[in-house]
């Protein structure tokens, strides 16, 4: 028997969520109805439909507040002897039951209003499960953190029993990188945005021009004169309001990035990382070092001159859009460094791969001179001069193709895997050799005749590829790469 050995209900607070969540898959399936009935109310004429479909609103909207109450009432949480049991439903009965031992990582997260009530989310991610994590949807913040503490304590005690040494609990909590709101106000400020821009002012000067040239043909009416005077007013308008929406788009950016990440901090607490930030839907994700696969970075040169680095941390986790949580926008470059070196190791110098020049031709007939067969055709066809601009394609992607070819490297020792590759931006990605669980090794036609392979190696949290390498070279170190994650002594996750 524990405190927590009799089911136990939710937090009243858990209403509003319950409700929410109905609501929002409701409205995902019948929107069209409700569409149907605002764009029919909006007429003079009512007929008998329209009440049908109203009562059918009606309907939906009640079934949704039942649904809710029921799941709310129905909804019970108990603890076990080596199990976090849960139970809900009437029509379609839940019974979950998951064992400490399968238990990575507890996460209490909580939305404002929860914050409000005094209340947060109890998630818990698992391991070697398809499904979704388990969740207690509302709890007292202190049952919650009481619970928390005793489902550690209890697989402490397992692992003691088997002769192993638990990991630490210590409170005392070491900061690995910490974003200040200035920070995230440059990130969100500086992040692809110059696309957008460059996008929308090259569609308006092209609009502009397609317009003086129907306009000013000899077979527009006299008529219409007054028209073509009037387009550089109105392409002024419209440029004031892009340059409105720019701004605006850019100000949002920036109020959404500080808003999601505020006060952003990665700490090390006993034997996890907790990673804690929001300030409206407040988080706090926890990943134990043992479950980081894969780390990723990335700068460009914006954020290089800023000092940032976007990573990134890819997990084992139950579900593939639970990563996304650990990708974070940017963050101080010592810092992270401080952290990639923390978890991985020191990393040495990157050398080149050896990849073969043919993957320049490759990625060059690939992505530059295929896609031109098509605008090419146009071309040949109608003799309009514009379609040349499309060519402009071909020697960017030469020039793009051989510094991707060119700047690539590789670091490996005795622990771990490092890939680089940089044009415009550096990207990086580092593993530890025993998360690797496959190997793979593909041939096209093309590489089979030039001796290559694309060498990919796969890890719970996602894969690194070294392309268009010596085969027998690919083959080394693939069988090098299984020798150490077969004789590594770390679990993979």
């Not at 402490?156 to 200035?182: L, Q």
């Not at 290089?304 to 139950?318: D, M, N, P, S, T």
Request: net charge neutral.
């Amino acid at each position: 028997m524990n405190q927590f050995s009799e089911p136990q209900k939710l937090a009243p607070i858990a209403l509003i969520r319950v409700f929410s969540k109905i609501l929002k898959s409701v409205l995902q399936q019948f929107w069209p109805l409700a569409l149907a009935y605002f764009f029919q109310v909006s007429k003079e004429q009512e007929t008998r439909g329209d009440e049908v479909v109203l009562i059918a609103i009606y309907a939906v909207l009640f079934l949704t507040v039942a649904n809710g109450i029921i799941r709310y009432l129905t909804y019970r949480w108990s603890v076990d002897e080596d199990a976090l049991v849960i139970r809900h439903g009437v029509i379609r009965k839940v019974n979950l039951r998951i064992p400490f031992e399968r238990i990575q990582a507890i996460d209490l997260q909580q939305p404002w209003y929860f914050r409000i009530a005094g209340a947060t989310r109890f998630v818990v991610d698992t391991a070697g499960s398809k499904s979704k994590e388990a969740e207690i949807w509302a709890l007292d913040y202190e049952v919650a953190e009481t619970l928390r503490t005793f489902i550690h304590t209890k697989q402490d005690e397992a692992i003691e029993e088997v002769g192993e040494s638990a990991p630490s609990r210590d409170e005392v909590e070491t900061p690995w990188v910490e974003v200040d709101t200035s920070t995230l106000a440059k990130i969100g400020l500086f992040r692809n945005h110059f696309r957008t821009i460059a996008g929308f002012f090259g569609g308006a000067f092209y609009l502009y021009s397609q317009m003086q040239d129907v306009l000013s043909s000899e077979e527009i009416n006299e008529e219409l004169e007054h028209v073509y005077n009037v387009i550089p007013k109105v392409f002024g308008v419209f440029l004031f309001l892009g340059v409105i929406v720019v701004f605006a788009a850019v100000a949002f950016s920036v109020i959404f990035t500080i808003i999601r990440f505020y006060n952003f901090r990665l700490v090390e607490r006993g034997d996890a990382f907790i990673a804690k930030y929001g300030l409206i839907n407040s988080k706090a994700r926890q990943v134990k070092p043992s479950k980081i696969q894969i780390m990723r970075t990335e700068h460009g040169p914006v954020f290089r001159w800023l000092g940032i680095v976007k990573f990134k941390i890819e997990q084992a986790y139950a579900e593939k859009k639970n990563k996304e949580d650990f990708t974070i926008p940017g963050s101080p470059v010592e810092q992270v460094a401080r952290f990639r070196q923390r978890v991985f190791g020191k990393i040495g110098e990157h050398v080149h791969p050896g990849t073969s020049f043919h993957w320049f031709w490759y990625r060059t007939v690939r992505l530059g001179v295929l896609p031109m067969l098509i605008p090419a055709a146009i071309f040949y066809i109608t003799q309009e001069t514009h379609y040349l601009y499309f060519f402009l394609w071909l020697p960017f992607q030469l020039v793009y193709s051989y510094l991707l070819w060119a700047n690539q490297g590789i670091f490996i020792d005795d622990e771990k895997l490092s890939v680089r590759r940089e044009v415009i931006f550096d990207k990086r990605a580092v593993l530890r050799l025993e998360r690797v669980q496959s190997i793979i090794l593909t041939e096209s036609i093309y590489q089979r005749r030039k001796g290559l392979a694309t060498l990919v190696v796969e890890t719970a949290g996602g894969s690194v590829q070294i392309p268009f390498i010596p085969k027998a070279t690919a083959t080394a170190l693939a069988n090098y790469l299984l020798y150490k994650s077969e004789s590594g002594a770390e679990e993979w996750m």
